[in-house]
Antibody
Framework: QVRLVESGGGLVRPGGSLRLSCAAS????????MSWIRQAPGKGLEWISYIDTTGSIIFYADSVKGRFTISRDNAKNSLFLQMNSLRADDTAVYYC????????????WGQGTTVTVTS | SYVLTQPPSVSVAPGETARTTCGGN??????VHWYQQRPGQAPVLVIS???DRPSGIPERFSGSNAGNTATLTISSVEAGDEADYYCQVWDSSSNHVIFGGGTKLTVL
């Protein structure tokens, strides 16, 4: 069935880097926009980045702009999030989600991968 | 940037109707999406474009949107509906996806 699977989470020191991946299956990945959303422990959902089908339109939340980079490889049905200069407040479960242009909802979500930033 | 306001909690008895709101400046002019997140699970889209139910979502879930308030309504509430519910819009002025703070639905 249509599925998204995140990976790459883990424990990292403040100032460190991590690269998350999101593998898509059972749908034509190249036809869909994608987003990354995170959820800090006990908190609500926070959207952090969005990419169009080709990677030519990209947006970031102010909280991660300049530190995080979203990208995709349509040939490998994969979405990525490169996270640099990590801080304690980046600790969260990170979800990838399938979406569409701008005002579309997010109809498929992965199960999430946990990132913990601690010294 | 655009702000969505949700009540922190709503409580309802089984079989009753639960309504939760999402407030925003002229939100009636936007497309609102609603997500259900059960404890320990990923969010699930339950209402899209204000009032559309994705495939597999029970008819008990409905939505409306007008003026400054969008509303998610769950009729004949069941124990399994106990979850956090988030509203979401696209803010074209900032090119950001915006989530509300979420509402915890408790089934008494």
């Amino acid at each position: 069935q249509v599925r998204l699977v995140e990976s790459g989470g883990g424990l990292v020191r403040p100032g460190g880097s991590l690269r998350l991946s999101c593998a898509a299956s059972s749908f034509t990945f190249s036809e869909y926009y994608m987003s990354w959303i995170r959820q800090a422990p006990g908190k609500g959902l926070e959207w952090i980045s969005y990419i169009d089908t080709t990677g030519s339109i990209i947006f970031y939340a102010d909280s991660v702009k300049g530190r995080f980079t979203i990208s995709r490889d349509n040939a490998k049905n994969s979405l990525f999030l490169q996270m640099n200069s990590l801080r304690a407040d980046d600790t969260a479960v990170y979800y990838c989600a399938r979406t569409g242009p701008y005002y579309y909802g997010m109809d498929i979500w992965g199960q999430g991968t946990t990132v913990t930033v601690t010294s | 940037s655009y702000v969505l306001t949700q009540p922190p909690s709503v409580s309802v008895a089984p079989g009753e109707t639960a309504r939760t709101t999402c407030g925003g400046n002229n939100i009636g002019g936007k497309s609102v999406h609603w997500y259900q997140q059960r404890p320990g699970q990923a969010p699930v889209l339950v209402i899209s474009y204000n009032s559309d139910r994705p495939s597999g979502i029970p008819e008990r879930f409905s939505g409306s949107n007008a003026g400054n308030t969008a509303t998610l309504t769950i009729s004949s509430v069941e124990a399994g509906d106990e979850a956090d519910y988030y509203c979401q819009v696209w803010d074209s002025s900032s090119n950001h996806v915006i989530f509300g703070g979420g509402t915890k639905l408790t089934v008494l």
